[in-house]
C-alpha cells in the first residue's frame, strides 16, 4: 500500500493577497483524507487585522465585515495552524499543500509578525515535513504538457472534482485527492516513500527555478531571481552589524 492509501492532511490558506511575505491570513483548513475519502476537517477565520483588497473578497469571498465580526484574531489562527500541522509532521502524517511554498511561506511569516514560534522551532529544529505538492510534482512528471497549471486545471487534468475554487477547504480536500490521482497516474511517485517524495521535491523544485530563472534572463530580465527553496522560503538574516 502506497502513501496515497494512507491518511493524508490536505492544507490550504485563502488570504489577503499573493504576496507571502506581506499577504494575511483569511481563512484556512486542514482536511483529513485516506485513500480519497474526507474523514474529517477544521477550518479556521481570521480577523487579518489589516483590509482585505476588493480583488481579495472577489477571489474568496469573506468581506471585510465578516472577518471583523466573526474572525478570530491573527495570531491565534497562525499559531493553531501551526500547531496543528506539527501534530501531524511528529507523527509522520504528510501534509499536501498546492503550491505549498506559498501556503507555507505565508503562514511562516504570520508567526514572525506576531512573535511566535517558528514552524522549525516546534519541530524541535527538524525542518518542516513530509510535505507533498501536487503543483511541484505534477510540473515535474508531467513537465511538457500546455496549459495552465492552476488547482483548477490540474484537477481537470486528472479527474478530481474542484467543488468550489477559494474555499479553502474545498481546496486542501482537491489539494489531496490531486496527490493521489498524480500517484495513480505516475507509478514512480507511488513508489516513492513520503521522505523520499519530500526530498525528490525539493530537486524537482530547484530545478524548476533555475529553468525558469535562466528563462526570464534570455527573454532579457538580466537580473531576474527565482528562489528554489521548497517547501519553506523565508527571510535572508541581516549580517550582524560589525
Not at 510535505?131 to 515535474?140: A, E, G, M, N, Q
Not at 497516474?185 to 517524495?197: I, T
Request: glycine letters at 8%; one cysteine or more.
Amino acid at each position: 500500500m502506497g502513501w496515497h492509501q494512507e491518511l493524508l492532511i490536505g492544507f490550504d490558506l485563502e488570504t489577503t493577497g499573493t504576496d507571502p511575505a506581506e499577504a494575511r491570513i483569511v481563512t484556512g483548513a486542514v482536511i483529513e483524507v485516506k485513500a480519497g475519502e474526507t474523514l474529517g476537517h477544521r477550518t479556521w477565520l481570521a480577523d487579518p487585522g489589516v483590509p482585505i483588497p476588493a480583488e481579495a473578497v472577489a477571489v474568496h469571498g469573506v468581506t471585510n465585515e465578516r472577518a471583523a465580526a466573526e474572525g478570530r484574531p491573527a495570531a491565534d489562527v497562525a499559531d493553531a495552524l501551526a500547531d496543528v500541522l506539527v501534530s501531524y509532521w511528529q507523527s509522520g502524517v504528510p501534509v499536501v499543500a498546492y503550491n505549498a511554498v506559498f501556503d507555507l511561506s505565508l503562514l511562516s511569516a504570520e508567526l514572525r509578525r506576531h512573535g511566535l514560534a517558528s514552524l522549525r522551532e516546534r519541530l524541535g529544529g527538524a525542518e518542516p515535513g513530509p510535505v507533498i505538492d501536487p503543483y511541484t510534482i505534477d510540473r515535474s512528471v508531467d513537465r511538457y504538457r500546455r496549459g495552465k497549471r492552476n488547482l483548477e486545471a490540474v484537477c481537470t487534468e486528472y479527474g478530481v472534482v474542484l467543488e468550489s475554487a477559494h474555499d479553502a477547504a474545498a481546496d486542501a480536500q482537491a489539494a489531496a485527492r490531486l496527490a493521489c490521482a498524480i500517484a495513480d497516474r505516475h507509478p514512480k511517485v507511488a513508489s516513492l516513500g513520503p521522505a523520499a517524495l519530500h526530498r525528490h521535491q525539493i530537486e524537482w523544485y530547484a530545478q524548476w527555478a533555475a529553468d525558469f530563472q535562466n528563462f526570464l534572463r534570455k527573454k532579457g530580465n538580466e537580473d531576474a531571481v527565482v528562489d528554489g527553496v521548497w517547501p519553506l522560503q523565508e527571510p535572508t538574516p541581516a549580517p550582524a552589524a560589525s
